[in-house]
């Protein structure tokens, strides 16, 4: 969707992302986690804003996403939330927020969703969080589900490579599908996997999903900012496009800013008073 047709949407709905997929319209979704380049993203007319526990490592510096905190999380949710006028803004519940049971899952997404004033909130997992997400939903919060390759699994994984490659594996994901949807998911990202399981998951199930890692023949992509922009540049999977040399461009910037206050240029009259 461009920028010009998105101007006729105050704001992107679940609904509305339904409608993307019943008539074959991609759906573009991008991370952020500040006000700042929440606000750019989202001006630039991107459908989804995912406020991913991928803070931890893009923000915060940690080697997994693990350590980021429910409050943590909630602080970047409102962040970016204040720059949104048009996106729908998915918040992560991070890892030890919602796995132990399920009325502590309820307590994680209410308070994401009072104090940050997100739309919806994302879980890892299938059939061994159901309970989990049928309480969320009860309580008429949005979940979007995620399977395939869950980074908040990794310890379990042991590895970051492509996930489901196996028939067990794949079938399971295919029925955990089928049950997050059953449940009352409104979307599904697919991280990591085979490219033709990803079609069949997406011809399979009516709610939109999300890939990232999982080839075209899905709803809709998405990446995280920081990656496709080459802020980061020490992480370039397969799956990554970078549409830019932010890092590079950055780093000229800071230099040329160096030179000049240690030669006196800056600032010069006009920029003094």
Not at 52 to 64: L, P, Q, R, Y
Not at 140 to 149: A, E, N
Request: glycine residues 8%; negative net charge; hydrophobic residues 40%.
């Amino acid at each position: 969707m461009s920028v010009h047709q998105s101007s006729h949407i105050k704001r992107i709905t679940t609904h509305i992302l339904q409608e993307m997929k019943h008539r074959g319209e991609k759906i573009s979704m991008l991370t952020a986690y500040d006000y700042s380049m929440a606000g750019i993203v989202d001006a630039a007319g991107i459908d989804m804003i995912l406020v991913g526990d991928s803070a931890s490592n893009v923000m915060a510096g940690h080697e997994t996403t693990l350590p980021i905190t429910l409050d943590q999380m909630i602080y970047h949710a409102t962040s970016v939330v204040r720059a949104v006028k048009r996106a729908l803004v998915v918040v992560d519940i991070p890892f030890g927020s919602y796995q132990g049971n399920s009325s502590e899952a309820l307590r994680s997404a209410i308070r994401i969703m009072k104090e940050s004033g997100g739309h919806a909130i994302k879980v890892e997992g299938g059939a061994e969080i159901k309970e989990s997400v049928v309480r969320i939903l009860s309580a008429g919060v949005p979940v979007m589900g995620h399977l395939g390759l869950t980074p908040q699994s990794i310890y379990k994984f042991g590895t970051y490579t492509v996930r489901a490659r196996e028939e067990d594996e794949a079938n399971k994901l295919v029925e955990d599908a089928k049950i997050l949807e059953e449940c009352g998911c409104f979307a599904l990202v697919l991280e990591k996997i085979p490219a033709k399981l990803a079609k069949k998951v997406a011809e399979t199930i009516r709610i939109p999903v999300i890939g990232i890692g999982a080839g075209a023949d899905v709803d809709g992509q998405v990446l995280v900012l920081h990656d496709m922009l080459g802020i980061t540049q020490e992480f370039q999977p397969r799956f990554l496009r970078q549409y830019a040399d932010l890092r590079g461009t950055m780093l000229n910037a800071v230099g040329n800013y160096i030179k000049d206050v240690k030669s006196g240029d800056f600032p010069n009259e006009k920029e003094s008073y």
